[in-house]
């Protein structure tokens, strides 16, 4: 599985990006994917993910009603919406799978998201 992660890029605050993860490779054994960010002195953490099988969505508490994480089969491509954007979603946005019991393994690059207020 490759993973390929774009659509950042600078925004005021208030506004809206769409980050897109196009995957390429197998899906028999895909579990779910996520989209992760990591600030600067900060921790990576996960904002969003989707699970293939029911189509169940978690998202993290700080961007709960903002971000929408949504998939398009036919593109074989993941989408995270992201509205009211806040200078403290500025980040680096990766997108990642996981496989049925096993943690997220298969990554893609960075793609950088700057809020500015």
């Known amino acids: 599985v490759q993973l390929q992660a774009s659509g950042g890029g600078l925004v005021q605050s208030g506004g809206s990006l769409r980050l897109s993860c196009a995957r390429s490779g197998g899906t028999f054994n895909t579990d779910a994917t996520g989209w992760f960010r990591q600030a600067p002195g900060k921790e990576r953490e996960l904002v969003a993910a989707?699970?293939?099988?029911?189509?169940?969505?978690y998202y993290g508490d700080s961007v709960k009603g903002r971000f929408t994480i949504s998939r398009e089969n036919a593109k074989n491509t993941v989408y995270l919406q992201m509205n009211s954007l806040k200078p403290e979603d500025t980040a680096v946005y990766y997108c990642?799978?996981?496989?049925?019991?096993?943690?997220?393994?298969?990554w893609g690059q960075g793609t950088l998201v700057t809020v500015s207020s």
């Open positions: 989707l699970i293939w099988r029911t189509g169940t969505t």
């Open positions: 990642a799978e996981r496989n049925y019991g096993h943690a997220y393994s298969y």
